[in-house]
């Protein structure tokens, strides 16, 4: 049986962040401006207005899907589980996290580099009742640092804020963490190594203020192991039997609980 979870939302702010200028407003970026947080193929069944529906196709690729059923693929490696998504996010710190070949039939590419350092993806589109913007964070490259390299992307459906870390290297500033805004569900690598260490990415979850964690890219043998070790002293920890979950807007867990969905 899918897991159906429900997630309430937490909305409290003394001044809100700009805008983006588009027909949808923002139902996440309610954070005052000093950073400080407020608050195989498996087919879903048919969605109610306020729910979206979750599944993880392996690595870093989960396909989000809205109420109306605008599906979208983050992290994207020419895969999303037999599902041509109609948004796919991509990041370039390694080859799993991106395609140069992105199925023509997609509508919409959104890569989370821009062209140069000083010229950054910028992304904040809505497709339907979905929107997505991201946030870009720095990588290590080639014993450097590369600015914007990443993008941390944010989906907004069916009343939901919905982040995916991509391959985050290093803790987030008060401006990160004030134009991300409000997370509900975020999905955060946990390999320790190749990203932050355990420790590092606890500091993040707990800046975020999450309800729900969703863990991706164990990239070594135990280190999902190590990461539940340590998550487990501030979170709860479920593991799931299928690989999707429904969330949708009305409770959440009395405290954050990492949900651990089968291939991880």
């Not at 087919?43 to 979208?72: C, D, K, M, W």
């Not at 390299?149 to 009343?159: L, M, Q």
């Not at 070594?220 to 999707?244: C, D, T, Y």
């Amino acid at each position: 049986m899918i897991v159906r979870f429900l997630v309430v939302l937490f909305f409290s702010a003394v001044s809100v962040l700009p805008v983006f200028a588009q027909a949808k407003p923002s139902e996440c970026l309610a954070i005052a401006l000093n950073g400080t947080m407020n608050g195989g193929r498996l087919r879903l069944a048919a969605l109610q207005p306020n729910e979206v529906g979750i599944t993880y196709v392996g690595h870093s690729t989960f396909l989000i899907e809205s109420p109306q059923g605008v599906r979208a693929a983050t992290d994207f490696n020419g895969s999303a589980g037999g599902v041509t998504p109609d948004v796919v996010t991509m990041n370039h710190a390694h080859g799993s996290h991106y395609t140069d070949f992105p199925d023509p039939a997609i509508s919409h590419v959104l890569r989370g580099w821009g062209d140069t350092p000083d010229k950054p993806a910028d992304h904040d589109v809505t497709v339907g009742d979905m929107r997505i913007r991201n946030v870009t964070t720095d990588i290590r490259n080639l014993g450097g640092r590369e600015s914007n390299g990443n993008s941390i992307f944010v989906f907004e459906a069916g009343g939901l804020c919905i982040g995916h870390l991509g391959h985050l290297h290093h803790e987030l500033t008060p401006a990160h963490k004030g134009w991300i805004g409000r997370l509900d569900v975020v999905m955060v690598p946990v390999d320790g190594g190749m990203t932050l260490p355990v420790e590092n990415m606890m500091a993040v979850l707990k800046d975020l203020n999450v309800r729900v964690i969703l863990p991706m890219h164990a990239r070594f043998a135990g280190s999902l192991e190590r990461f539940l070790a340590v998550a487990r002293k501030e979170f709860a920890v479920i593991r799931l039997n299928e690989n999707a979950m429904v969330a949708s807007v009305d409770m959440l867990p009395d405290q954050p609980t990492v949900y651990v969905m089968p291939g991880m």
